[in-house]
Nanobody, 124 residues
Framework: QVQLVESGGGLVQAGSSLRLACAAS????????MGWFRQAPGKEREFVAF????????LYSDSAKGRFTISRDNAKNTMYLQMDRLKSEDTAVYYC?????????????????WGQGTQVTVSS
């Protein structure tokens, strides 16, 4: 498994922006498909965004599309999630996941490694 560490969460007002980062401790980061998921209190973990190994393929949830941008820097073993025009309903713990499976996926079960999460709280 790969060790993942998220950072960049915080408390912001609606309409603000945040940039999350996910640092991976591996020498083969470019072999990993990566994703962002989030989990709000009392809710199941839900897909936010996916990025393929060389960033050619990206996918977004309907709620993230047009507001969030996923990216990665394979030289730095780091993935990012730029979140703009944040809404109160974006409040959740955000997790990054890593997958060695050769699939483009929105399914958390396809990701083998997870970070500890970073809290994002958006006040209205």
């Amino acid at each position: 498994q790969v060790q993942l560490v998220e950072s960049g969460g915080g408390l912001v007002q609606a309409g603000s922006s945040l940039r999350l980062a996910c640092a991976a401790s591996t020498s083969t980061f470019s072999d990993l498909n990566m994703g962002w998921f989030r989990q709000a209190p009392g809710k199941e973990r839900e897909f936010v965004a996916f990025i393929g190994r060389i960033a050619v393929t990206t996918l977004y949830s309907d709620s993230a599309k047009g507001r969030f941008t996923i990216s990665r820097d394979n030289a730095k073993n780091t993935m990012y999630l730029q979140m703009d025009r944040l809404k109160s309903e974006d409040t959740a713990v955000y997790y990054c996941g890593a997958s060695r499976r050769l699939v483009v996926s929105k399914n958390a079960a396809d990701f083998e490694s997870w970070g500890q999460g970073t809290q994002v709280t958006v006040s209205s």
